[in-house]
């Protein structure tokens, strides 16, 4: 294999909570390292550490990648290959199931495993079917969340000979999604952040959310990603929406749109720290996207 970047922050992260009998659920944007994190620089971890290969059950139910045999998108037949595999009571078995929202009722094969003591589970799902908010509900508790997030500059940089301001300048225009590491011209990068926004984070919030008015959704991005780091106020989208761009809406479904938006890891939400008392209750916030390359491909 290639050299990869090491991922030690959120490798870290894996490894303390490691046998720790609560199911790790890795969440985060699409397209930001979640499986290669779980499926290639953990299970190295776990190998180099001696578990023995037999001992890491992988499984990705990605249709197009899925290499084991059987239609284990069935939760009868999941359960039966998992159970198999797992062939001694005395010792650790590691269980990885990336795309896991594609099995019906997964939750239950997950707990059903969880609860064995000699098996340590780590999940991975999409941003259409499996959210933050959705892990205390599946999970009744048991649940541990990693949130990862696009490469950081230090991650960037890991194996590059570039002076250190060209790869400055690359990563505050196109950010730190890994596959843009493949891609060597500005026309490739554009495109396929182009494409993730139209092709994938819109229509899976569209999607889990039954959203019916995308031109609204589309508009509340824009106005976002071209307020970054400013105080962003509910009622004045909803003037500039009506205004502006002649979508009217009412401020409780722009609210709603954005905590889809957050939901969908593609946005953070901050409040000040020194508000007291009836001021918590004003919805005035900054918010900030989860990846600087995004913001600039949705502005142009």
Same mark, same amino acid.
């Given at each position: 294999?290639?050299d990869?970047v ?5 490798l ?9 009998q ?13 499986s %290669? ?10 190998l180099? $550490?001696?578990v023995?290969p ?28 998992l ?8 010792? *650790? ?50 649940g ?6 696009? %490469? ?6 890991q ?5 250190i301001?060209?790869?400055w ?14 891609m $060597?011209? &500005?026309? *490739?990068?554009?495109?396929?952040? *182009? ?9 899976d919030v569209?999607?889990? $959310? ?29 003037n500039?929406l &009506? /205004? ?5 809406? /009412?401020?409780?479904?722009? &609210?709603?749109?954005? *905590?889809?938006?957050?939901? &969908?890891?593609?946005f953070?939400?901050s409040?000040?720290y ?21 913001r ?5």
């Open positions: 294999m290639k990869y090491r991922r030690d922050y959120y870290d992260k894996l490894v303390v909570r490691k046998d720790n609560l199911v790790k659920i890795i969440t985060g944007p699409r397209r930001s390292g979640k %290669f994190l779980m499926s290639t620089i953990f299970k190295n971890y776990l180099d $550490h001696g023995p037999a001992n890491i059950i992988s499984i990705s139910f990605d249709i197009e990648d899925n290499q084991t045999p059987g239609k284990l998108t069935d939760r009868d037949e999941l359960k039966e290959f159970y198999s595999k797992i062939l001694s009571e005395n010792q *650790q078995y590691y269980v990885f199931l990336d795309e896991i929202q594609e099995v019906k009722d997964f939750e239950k094969i997950v707990n059903g495993l969880n609860n064995r003591p000699n098996v340590d589970v780590y999940i991975t799902g999409s941003n259409s079917k499996f959210l933050s908010n959705d892990i205390n509900t599946l999970f009744r508790g048991r541990d969340e990693i949130n990862v997030l696009p %490469f950081s500059f230090r991650e960037f940089c194996g590059r000979k570039e002076p301001s060209e790869l300048k690359e990563y505050y225009t196109y950010g730190g999604l890994p596959a843009l590491r493949q $060597h011209t &500005a026309e *490739q990068k554009n495109s396929y952040l *182009q494409r993730l926004w139209q092709k994938t984070y819109i229509d569209i999607e889990r $959310h039954h959203v019916e008015n995308r031109e609204a959704l589309e508009a509340i991005i824009d106005v976002l990603c071209s307020n970054i780091g400013s105080l962003t106020n509910i009622t004045r989208i909803t500039t &009506a /205004s502006v761009s002649k979508i009217r809406i /009412s401020d409780d479904t722009v &609210a709603k749109y954005i *905590q889809y938006l957050e939901d &969908a890891f593609l953070k939400s409040k000040r020194n508000i007291k008392g009836h001021r918590y209750l004003e919805n005035i916030k900054k918010y900030y996207s989860v990846d600087v390359g995004l600039n491909a949705r502005l142009n």
